[in-house]
């Protein structure tokens, strides 16, 4: 959690001016994949009570439980390998015209979204090979706080761009940093 709340590159590197190209497509992958479990979340329910209640289900509900098992899987790893690249490499500093307290909400909510990101497919991975109601029931409960979490982002980034006029979300959408 420190690492993440942390603002700076480790004291021997020099911060970098970007994110890696790596971290600007695995943060727009797991965009997409979350919108895809949204999709898909009402079907992994009906495949997790019918498969431990030993019954049959539609093959449409099927398909897309296990989407939501595959899709959940990948965005564990792309938060673990993003983790891996924030620590080893640093983050690229804020805006100058970002005030203190804005720039430590921006740290505290990504920060929590790692949490939630690598928790929430844990617990539903824990969830789907124990049976265990009780880890469902913690993965299912956090859904509402990573939406929570996602608004309060998405209107920090636009503020970023639109208010405080820092460079964060071309440096976001951008692929020509280092890999
Ligand atoms: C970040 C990734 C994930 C998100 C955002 C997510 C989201 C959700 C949501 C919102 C539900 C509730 C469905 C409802 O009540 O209608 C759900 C259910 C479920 N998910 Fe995930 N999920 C993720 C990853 C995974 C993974 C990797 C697994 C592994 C098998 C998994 C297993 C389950 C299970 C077993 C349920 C049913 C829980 C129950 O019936 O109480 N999920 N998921
Ligand atoms: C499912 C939705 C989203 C999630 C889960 C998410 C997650 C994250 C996380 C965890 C970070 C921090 C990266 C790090 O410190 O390693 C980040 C950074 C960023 N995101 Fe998102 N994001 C989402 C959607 C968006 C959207 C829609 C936008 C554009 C409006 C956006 C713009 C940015 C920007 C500009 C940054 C860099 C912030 C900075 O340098 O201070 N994100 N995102």
């Known amino acids: 959690m420190n690492a993440l709340l942390q603002d700076h590159a480790p004291a021997t590197r020099t911060r970098p001016r970007g994110w890696s190209r790596l971290h600007v497509v695995l943060h727009w992958l797991v965009v997409v994949l979350i919108a895809v479990q949204y999709v898909d979340r009402e079907s992994m329910e009906t495949l997790f009570d019918a498969t431990f209640e030993g019954r049959s289900i539609q093959t449409f509900d099927m398909v ?22 924030r620590i080893a490499c640093g983050r690229p500093p804020h805006g100058a015209a970002e005030p203190g307290w804005a720039r430590w909400l921006a740290s505290a909510t990504h920060a929590l979204l790692y949490v939630v990101l690598l928790a929430m497919p844990a617990l539903g991975l824990l969830a789907w090979i124990t049976g265990s109601e009780t880890s469902a029931d913690l993965h299912t409960l956090l859904w ?33 940093g280092r890999f």
């Open 64 to 85: 897309l439980g296990w989407t939501h098992i595959a899709v959940g899987s990948a965005i564990l790893g792309a938060m673990a390998i993003r983790l891996v690249d």
């Open 144 to 176: 509402t706080p990573l939406l929570v979490l996602i608004g309060l982002h998405v209107a920090g980034a636009l503020a970023q761009s639109l208010w405080f006029r820092s460079g964060a979300l071309a440096q976001m959408t951008s692929l020509r």
